[in-house]
């Protein structure tokens, strides 16, 4: 295995468009070690992105959005004193993969990567909107965190591409954001089903949403039904209700060691509504 | 396949060693450095044995390869009692029975010790989050918890 | 009941000092079995079958064996052939080198084939993939009423003994039936009989260290071996037999153990270590990783049951049946036996009958797991117990109250109780504040009885006294629960010199006489006692040595308080002699100074508990919370009450993991689809409540201070108390365990 740790984006993609064999990029390395170990996936070349200028910055911009290196760890999104004002929900996903000792390392981008459907932090993104900006061989472009996974352990990420920052939408007025997940313990499991939900208020009434459910589908879901079902509503019971048969109906999961489809099936309507329920109460500006 | 040379600090000491780019820091910190009190449990980041701090930031070592550590300041159990003087977590835990085996010992008290310098003042429950990606087989919790609140409560007396 | 109000005929015995092991323990210098070096050590590492079942046609190892970094490989080829076999677990030897190194075929998953011994650790684990194996895989079985239907495939032909009825399935291995009465009656006689069927699967000990040796052994047959185990004379005699060499000439060392709950009464990687380092002529050290622990050593068995009870309106049981089948791996061992036993052990009942199967299936040879067998059998009788009591609207305790086993009980496995402290446990329990607490709506209470034999064993002891007053306590079982911390209070008590001025060591093979494993909650009662005796040996020639210096009859002196004391005022009038005046010219006075025991004591004393548990079932996710947990468990003595509660402590949680989240997961294809502590899911700090513990002393009369063991018998209950508990929130009757979320969600959607 070759190991690198070049000093630039542009390096860094130039290494990974000329290797031979298995690349992987290396941020906190939460999924890449394990996988080494486990002899699952011994990677020919190793690409250590920490090196780089910036990857572990939060910066908030001036048109209130934020842009975070992808090297940024759970633990320093969650220590960020305004990130998680802005995205509770986002900061919160991120929070709940592993332990304390893995939040020191894990990154956002490296969840998103390894291209899992049961990944905490994506859910989120895709419900607030979150975009990556990829940078490769031919220049850089921006994606929805939505269309990079494009199944189990794959990326819509062609070869010699790697992402380069997040950017995070500006929360604006109104706004608030939630994600929960089912996991049999209270901490260190896999999602057996996650719910993001984002949405933004008019006085009482819904008029934007966005909700997504992880680890029901092959890839992380945007389910517009869902959406659907609370915008125009004050998130009623009738909505609630709605929401959860649309959450239910979006499903299309497996059964594993995990969990079984009749059981994701049925959870993912249950957390969609606990989910909008916070979700909901944070653009009204209440703790939740 | 040829080795890389890395400079890094461990418990305050400069040290050197020569890894294979897939060693983790555990490996070294145990097979090169001698520093055999770091656990592999799992080797997967789910036990919580081979906790150390990395500037400061509590890691699995497993999790991470030896070549990160170019330039470090590692901290392990090793570096927790200052000379022969324990550090508070240490003596609790003693004074608790708050380890059987004593294998993810090294582990919790290098967390719980990442616990206290960020919040004096954890409830039970912060206590038990903080400490989930630590298992321990043998006690329950039970004690090792009542160990760690007890230190946070007599740390803050003392300061 | 709490010990603290009892007024103690001890000096020592029953305080809390700091163990001995601590400093190193909490210092990171302990070391344990993966952190001993050697110079110009291997690394070995074992290649392990990917199939359940499958015919080895040819292992070509020849790639490895000429890679230059590769210094040895072994297969089954490199092993003694001599290990006899004979059916059932009479063949133990054969059957543990079998499961050690494949021979014929690989039985399981994960199921040895050959190792390498090579310059690194990853060089060893790089060479593995060079070495080609073709086999003819052959249909599998991992189920237990599967392994015993006609169709199953056959894992060993004529593995069984001779227990086994005529027409079972070859998979059937061992057969135990017993009981008296006539349960027909005793059914007839019942207002109400439930009969109901319960499974469980296979949970791992979860120890956090992995096994792990550093081996060396000549071609002059002489090796030595350090090792994290139960039980270091176990493994000099086992790998002895494997490698074909004589069990003395093997010197084994018991590192610190990092957990074993049972996990480690046995072997796997050592006999392997020793046959790549006689090959190679270095020393090898072997360390499994998690997933090689999951996949290949020791799960407890699983378990299918039918259980039928018959009870009056006034709650006294009049008939008690159970059909226990436990599947074991693909060795003959599954405790069927003691699963039938310890059901109905803790109850005085005229009409009981029970039945054992141990059978076979394509899964890693089963070891003990903290009281083989009986948490299972526990989960399901006391499960129907609890629906009994629902059902004629009795309170659970009364009704294990009005049926408790006690002093005189024959009990339901053969023998006559002598004194018990069953009933002590179950009134501490309905005295306790957590019985009558008030639930919240969601929250439901379960109770549980459990019930372990305990062990005596195969015990040695050596105690040597120093010139300056000190002692030497070396003892044979390893320290798996702070024992060393007990043995020094009971030397101490004996001797009358302080706790810190003995020092116990865990004496290597080559050092003491036999000593069995740390099994069977033995080691404070066998070990205990033998320091007892060892310690009075030693007094024994304190007080002869006393009465020489005074000049009066040996028997004219007397031990108290640390000093040799004339008997009566006949002996003469002397100040009392302190221990360290008669060490200090020992040599002078007769030579040096020790004390010796030897025996297999049969005193154990059984051991019953009492848990209450409050649960919380979210009735949309079928996820449970344990909001509340108490053990009542009789100690007959604590010694170091800290590590007794230790013990229930751990015990109960181990139990909330069996009954809720922990289980063995296969595939269609026989592989074991969980084998990282991130799909097999112990519970975690977050997971659970302080664990609230009493400690009930009824003293055993089979032990100087009447000390019971306590590690086993706290994880009997749990199983149970939490699936009454979960019965009682969600109303819903679990009968199979874990009771994970989609299994509840799935009973409460079935219930409407």
């Known amino acids: 295995m070759d190991y690198h740790s070049p000093a630039s984006f542009v390096e860094a993609s130039a290494l990974a468009a000329n290797a031979t ?14 996988q080494l170990r486990s002899d699952l996936v011994t990677p020919d070349t190793l690409i250590d992105i920490k090196k780089i200028n910036g990857v572990r910055d939060i910066t908030r911009n001036a048109d209130g959005s934020w842009t975070l290196g992808v090297a940024a760890t759970g633990a320093e999104m969650s220590e960020h004193p305004e990130l998680g004002r802005d995205w509770p929900g986002v900061v919160e996903a991120m929070d709940l993969i592993g332990s304390t000792q893995v939040q020191g390392r894990a990154t956002l981008t490296g969840n998103l990567c390894n291209g899992s459907p049961a990944a905490d932090s994506v859910p989120a993104m895709v419900a607030a909107g979150v975009t990556v900006t990829v940078t490769g061989p031919d220049g850089a472009r921006e994606l929805a965190v939505e269309d990079i996974p494009t199944g189990p352990g794959k990326t819509a990420l062609a070869k010699g591409e790697l992402i380069s920052a997040v950017n995070i939408p500006a929360r ?117 | 396949m040829s080795k890389f040379h890395v400079s890094t600090q461990v ?121 989930a990606g630590n298992l321990c087989r043998c006690t329950g919790y039970d004690k090792i918890i009542r160990a760690v609140m007890d230190t946070a409560a007599e740390l803050r007396e003392a300061s | ?58 292992i070509d190892a020849s790639k490895a064996e000429a890679h230059k970094d590769v210094k040895a490989v072994v297969t089954r080829a490199d092993f003694s052939d001599k290990p006899e076999f004979k059916p059932g677990l009479e063949g133990e030897f054969w059957n543990v080198l079998e499961n050690v190194m494949a021979g014929e075929k690989a039985l399981y998953d994960g199921h040895a084939i050959a190792a390498v011994a090579a310059t690194s650790a990853l060089a060893a684990r790089d060479a593995l993939k060079l070495i080609e194996v073709e086999y003819e895989v052959l249909p599998h079985v991992t189920d237990v009423d599967k392994a015993m239907a006609p169709d199953a495939p056959v894992i060993r032909e004529g593995a069984a003994d001779y227990s086994v009825p005529a027409g079972m399935h070859p998979n059937v291995v061992r057969y135990h039936e017993s009981g008296h009465g006539e349960v027909e009656a005793g059914f007839a006689e019942a207002d109400l009989v439930i009969e109901d069927s319960f499974a469980t699967e296979a949970t791992h000990q979860g120890y956090i260290e992995p096994h792990a040796c550093l081996a060396m052994l000549g071609n002059d047959g002489k090796g030595e071996l350090w090792c994290t185990t139960q039980g270091h004379w176990y493994a000099q005699k086992y790998c002895a ?25 046995t072997v796997f990687i050592e006999p392997v270590a020793l046959a790549l380092s006689r090959k190679a002529n270095r020393p090898v050290k072997l360390v499994m990783s998690r997933s090689e622990v999951f996949r290949a050593t020791g799960p407890t068995s699983s378990a299918s049951m039918d259980i039928k009870i018959g009870m009056k309106k006034d709650g006294t049981i009049t008939g008690a049946q159970g059909i226990f089948r436990l599947q074991g791996g693909a060795f003959p061992g599954a405790p069927g036996d003691m699963t039938a036993m310890c059901g109905f052990a803790p109850y005085n009942l005229t009409n009981v009958r029970q039945v054992g199967y141990d059978v076979m299936a394509n899964r890693p040879k089963q070891a003990a797991y903290r009281a083989p067998g009986a948490p299972m059998g526990a989960f399901a009788v006391e499960s ?62 379960g109770i549980s009885c459990g019930f372990w034999f305990n062990h005596g064993g195969e015990t040695s002891v050596s105690l040597a006294l120093s010139e300056d007053g000190s002692a030497q306590l070396m003892v044979g079982t390893p320290d798996i629960g702070g024992s060393r911390a007990s043995m ?31 099994h069977g909650s033995r080691v404070t009662y066998a070990s205990g006692l033998a320091t007892i005796k060892a310690a009075k040996h030693a007094v024994e020639k304190l007080c002869e040595r006393a009465a020489v210096k005074w000049g009066i009859p040996g028997d004219a002196v007397k031990w108290e308080d640390g000093c040799a004391v004339p008997s009566g005022p006949n002996a003469g009038d002397f100040d009392p002699m302190p221990l360290a005046d008669i060490t200090a010219d020992m040599g002078a006075t007769g030579g040096p100074i020790s004390g010796h025991f030897e025996a297999t004591p049969e005193g154990a004393g059984v051991s019953f508990g009492t848990h209450i548990v409050d649960a919380e079932v979210d009735p949309e996710t079928g996820k449970t919370s344990v909001i509340r947990y108490t053990v009542i468990q009789d100690a007959g003595k604590a010694i170091h009450p800290d590590y007794v509660e230790g013990q229930f402590q751990g015990g109960a949680a181990q139990g909330i993991g069996w009954a809720l989240n922990e289980e063995y997961v296969y595939g269609e294809d026989g592989r074991l689809q969980n084998s990282i502590f991130l799909d097999y899911r112990i519970p975690v700090a977050s997971d659970l409540p302080m664990i609230d513990t009493v400690i009930v002393e009824v003293p055993n009369p089979g032990h100087p201070f009447g000390v019971r063991g306590v590690g086993e018998t706290g994880i009997v209950p749990p199983l149970a108390a939490i ?27 079935e219930n409407g």
């Open chain 1, 172 to 288: 604006g007025a109104n706004g608030g954001d939630a994600y929960l997940r089912f996991i049999p313990r209270t901490e260190m499991d896999i999602a057996v089903v996650g719910v993001g939900v984002n949405l933004r208020l008019d006085g009482d009434k819904i008029i934007e949403a966005r909700v997504s459910l992880g680890a029901v589908a092959p890839t992380v879901l945007l389910v517009e039904d869902c959406a659907k079902a609370i915008i125009g509503t004050t998130l009623d019971e009738v909505a609630l209700d709605a929401l959860a048969t649309a959450a239910s109906a979006a499903c299309n999961p497996i059964d594993d060691k995990r969990g079984t489809i009749e059981f994701r099936t049925e959870v993912a309507g249950v957390l969609a509504k606990r989910t909008a329920k916070i979700a909901y109460a944070r653009a009204k500006g209440e703790h939740a």
């Open chain 3, 488 to 518: 020094a209070l009971m030397a101490a008590e004996v001797l009358g010199i302080p706790y810190e001025n003995i020092r116990v060591t865990i004496a290597d093979t080559a050092t003491l006489g036999y000593n069995d494993v740390s």
């Open chain 1, 21 to 34: 064999g298995i690349t992987r990029f290396l941020a906190g390395g939460t999924d890449v070690l394990v």
């Open chain 3, 384 to 445: 129907v117990i609890d629906e009994l009591c629902k059902k004629l609207g009795l309170d659970p305790i009364d009704v294990r109250l009005k049926n408790a086993a006690h002093e005189g009980t024959k009990a339901n496995y053969g023998p006559t109780y002598e004194r018990i402290g069953l009933v002590e446990t179950l009134e501490a329990a309905k005295a306790h504040p957590h019985y009558a607490a008030p639930l919240k709506p969601g929250q439901g209470r």
């Open chain 3, 723 to 749: 699936a009454n508990a979960v019965s009682n929130a969600a109303g819903v009757r679990m009968r199979q365990l874990p009771m994970s979320p989609p299994r509840i969600l799935a009973a409460l959607k």
């Open chain 2, 11 to 131: 418990n305050g000491d400069a040290v050197e060693f020569l890894c294979d780019p897939r060693e983790t820091l555990l490996d070294c910190l145990r097979d090169k450095l001698n520093l055999t009190g770091t656990k592999e449990g799992c080797g997967t980041g789910d036990c919580g044995a081979c906790s150390v701090t990395v500037e400061g930031r509590l890691v699995c070592s497993c999790l991470m390869l030896g070549v990160e550590a170019e330039g470090k300041q590692i901290e392990t159990v090793e570096g927790i009692a200052d000379g022969d003087m324990l550090h508070p977590l240490q003596k609790k835990f003693i004074e608790y029975a708050a380890l059987q085996c004593g294998v993810c010992t090294p582990g919790i008290l290098v967390a719980a010790k990442s616990l206290l310098e960020k919040n004096p003042n954890p409830t039970e429950e912060e206590t038990r989050y903080w400490l």
């Open chain 3, 241 to 265: 037999a494997a490698l074909g060499i004589e069990t003395a000439q093997l010197r084994v060392t018991a590192s610190e153990i990092g957990g074993g709950f049972g996990g480690k009464t």
């Open chain 3, 1 to 58: 009941m709490a010990l603290d109000d009892r007024k103690s005929e001890f000096n020592f015995v029953g305080t809390r000092p700091d163990r001995p092991d601590g400093l190193d323990k909490v210092t990171g210098r302990a070391k344990f079995g993966a952190d001993a070096y050697a110079p110009g050590m291997l690394h070995g590492a074992i290649l392990r079958s990917p199939h359940a079942h499958a015919r080895i046609i040819k």
